[in-house]
């Protein structure tokens, strides 16, 4: 028997032990055609989703999937609890929200290691705002309410000292509507992503106060690990097809395992052009810039899953007591039988 094929019998026993005999019954998908929810899709936040897609990984794994793009990571939580996506690339944070209320949501896959979200200041503003300690009485411009760049500019405002309710919070979408709430002046502050960033960066419209796209950036507001995008799926999607997540984690650690070898030129070459944003050279660079902040082995670690916590506590006082069960947050045993 050759070496790969002993490995995929061997780890395809593993899964059985772990999930029963019906698993190992099941050599097909259950659900052939999947409907996902994501929360912004060209932002490079979800780019091992774009990868999977477009490289045609969830194809090889007998998969269809149907992407729906909702304006933000809280509208595909709610998608997901309202039965009409079956699974969602978004923020780790909503199981946490999700195991608080007594819903199991659960991640199976890390996409993103750090946030990768930027805070900026519009350019002309910069005197005066020189730190989250100064937002009180802003506006400050985010994805969607309630999504990770919310969550991520409060929590800023919260460790200055401010309250998160000090700043108003707006959704601006996650594309060039984005760009433009900060170029009509109709925020002063905006909590968001690449290529949102680095297009206002490279057009002199905002000055970047608070960067989590590397791992020093992110020890710097958090003071530590604080995982970003998943793969996440109500826990009883999971007990019913166990062999189509595990197809779809295989898609994605297969998606996370090119980004790690890729250049900046094959992602924008992988891409749709809209990505673009019209400047494929600042594509470029923003690919660049986001790199470093994708997972390496699609495990979320258990001081990152206590760091976001930690996060939640300080800006819910629904969470400020509630009993969190963090290891029923993430499952890991689907990533490790695609062993990266």
Known sequence: MERRTFLKTAGALGL???????????????????????????????????????????????????????????????????????????????????????????????????????????????????????????????????????????????????????????????????????????????????????KLEADGDIQILIDTRTEAGTRALFGGSNPAATLYTKKDFIEQNPQTTQRLVNAFVKSLKWLQSAKPEDIAATVPEEYYLGDKPLYLKAVQNSLESYSRDGIVQMTGMQSVLDMLRQLDPELKDAKVDLSATFNDRFVRQAAM
Do not use: C
């Open 16 to 198: 059985t032990a772990a999930l029963g005999p019906k698993a190992f019954a099941q050599g097909a998908p259950e659900k052939a055609k999947v409907t996902l929810g994501v929360g912004g899709k060209p932002l490079l936040y979800y780019l091992p989703l774009t990868i999977a897609e477009r490289k045609g990984f969830f194809k090889e794994q007998g998969l269809e999937v149907e992407i729906n793009d909702f304006g933000g990571g809280a509208k595909s939580l709610q998608a997901l609890i309202g039965g009409s996506v079956d699974v969602v690339t978004g923020a780790y944070e909503h199981t946490i929200r999700m195991q608080a209320k007594g819903q199991d949501v659960v991640a199976v896959t890390e996409l993103g290691r750090f946030p990768a979200i930027v805070i900026a200041v519009k350019k002309d503003k910069a005197g005066q705002i020189r730190s989250a300690a100064d937002f009180k009485g802003l506006k400050i411009g985010v994805t969607a309410p309630g999504s990770s760049t919310a969550l991520t500019a409060q929590y800023a405002m919260v460790k200055a000292g401010l309250k998160p309710s000090d700043a108003a919070i707006i959704g601006v979408g996650s594309g060039a509507s984005g760009v433009a709430a900060m170029k009509k002046g109709e925020i002063d502050v905006i909590s968001h992503l690449d290529p949102v960033i680095a």
